[in-house]
């Protein structure tokens, strides 16, 4: 089909990208876009993905271990939605003009980041009602604010996540709920899970807005509505009262009601541990990429598998088709 | 890493939920042959017991509008008024028409 080609310069299509962004209107993939918008969007989808995959291995920790086969079917079919969830933000980031292999491979070298918060340890079964209600909590936060991202796939897949994801922090704050009025020892077990997930959850909304020099530019493009500090009260304003309703402590001595603001006064968040988990020094930081790593090595022999059936098979029906 | 694998094909995900849906893009996957890429459809895309039939496609096999000639390619439904009933007059007073 003859195509109207018409010579645009780039500060007209610049120009134009701009106006439609201001308009609100959804960014697909075969649009123009400015080269930064696209590496910006793949960093962030991609690190979103990777998030997603690594979240799978905190929880799994517990499967085996879950205290009874309800608790056990819950928990897999959590973990199987984290892993949906990655491969619909891969397909996602994909959109943009970068494979899977090379994606996969950012992670499984380092290369890539992924959300701090999941370089913790999972110690007791309680971590695993506090990861639901809390790292899920703070999850549904942010997606909900990129369900209205200006890039389109990714909105997309984020609408997908949250009509999801809902599951995932009721079953958690359930679990919590249950411990909490259970014996002393099961509540002192989820007192201890909160006094150690509570900070790492409120720093994985993001360094705070005075430090995320991506922040200014992403708000303009649309592809963050809210920021990490915005996002970050949000969370903690849903918890409190949650906290409360379950008889559990947050440890935040200056967590405290503010009337004017309308919300919660907190304390300083240790920014220097976010910065050392980020950079790599996590509790778990190693152990999570070797075990990404080993998953990939030892899933080779199914893909080879694959390979070798959908290669035979197209022979078969050539070989008949002829 | 990857040097001695290849990236398998890209595949178009299409779900139809129960209730008489259109079936609707979902989002692609990756896999070597149809079977498998509708096996992980299903895996991926409807977990959640709603999908009632899947389709996949090869991503290179459709064909595209193109986001730049978007305004003239649709041009021709955007100024015929006369497609919708409102263009047309009818008695006043006149109910349940």
């Known amino acids: 089909m003859e195509t109207p080609q018409t010579e645009t310069s780039e500060e007209a299509l610049n120009a134009g990208f701009e106006a439609r962004i201001a308009a609100g209107e959804t960014i697909e993939p075969k649009d123009w876009m400015p080269e930064r918008y696209r590496t910006q969007l793949i960093r962030m989808m991609s690190q979103h993905a990777h998030s997603e995959i690594v979240g799978m291995l905190p929880e799994g920790n517990w499967i085996t271990r879950a205290p009874s086969l309800k608790r056990k079917m819950v928990l897999l079919a959590k973990v199987q939605d984290e892993a949906g969830h990655g491969l619909y ?94 014996t002393p020892e099961q509540k002192a077990m989820v007192q201890d899970a909160v006094n150690r997930w509570w900070w790492p959850s409120v720093m994985m909304l993001g360094p705070s ?9 992403l708000i303009r493009w649309r592809v963050k509505r809210k920021t990490n500090d915005e996002l970050r009260q949000r969370f903690i304003d849903l918890t409190v009262p949650q906290a ?8 935040d001595p200056d967590l405290k009601y503010n009337t004017e603001k309308q919300g919660y006064d907190f304390g300083q968040v240790d920014w220097d541990e976010f910065w050392q988990v980020v950079k790599g020094n996590g509790p778990c930081n190693r152990e999570r990429l070797q075990a990404r790593r080993d998953a990939h090595e030892n899933g080779r022999w199914v893909r080879e598998a694959a390979e070798a059936y959908s290669a035979k098979h197209s022979r078969r029906e050539q070989s008949t088709a002829a | 890493m990857e040097s001695n694998e290849s990236q398998w094909p890209l595949w178009e995900v299409f779900t139809q939920e129960d209730g008489g849906a259109p079936h609707e893009h ?31 496609v090869p991503s290179n096999e459709i064909t595209a509008s193109q ?14 008024a006369y497609r919708h009933p409102q ?8 109910k349940g028409f």
């Open chain 1, 89 to 182: 933000i891969y397909c996602g980031t994909e959109t943009l003009g970068i494979d899977r292999a090379e994606l996969v491979d950012q992670l499984l070298t380092g290369k890539a980041k992924y959300s701090s918060i999941f370089n913790y340890p999972t110690l007791t079964w309680a971590d695993i009602g506090v990861i639901g209600w809390f790292v899920d909590g703070a999850a549904i936060v942010n997606q909900t604010v990129l369900a209205k991202a200006s890039y389109g796939p990714y909105a997309r897949a984020m609408i997908r996540i949250c009509k999801e994801e809902n599951f995932h922090k009721k079953q958690g704050y359930e679990i919590v709920a249950t411990l909490a009025n259970g």
């Open chain 1, 209 to 217: 807005d005075s430090n995320s020099p991506n922040t200014a530019e």
């Open chain 1, 244 to 251: 409360d309703a379950v008889g559990l402590t947050l440890p």
């Open chain 2, 26 to 56: 979902a989002g692609s996957v990756h896999a070597p042959d149809a079977e498998i890429a509708l096996q992980n459809a299903r895996d991926v895309y409807g977990r959640r017991g709603r999908v009632v039939s899947v389709w996949v």
């Open chain 2, 67 to 80: 986001s730049e000639w978007a305004g003239p390619f649709f041009d021709p439904g955007a100024d015929k």
């Open chain 2, 87 to 94: 263009f047309y007059k009818i008695p006043r007073g006149l």
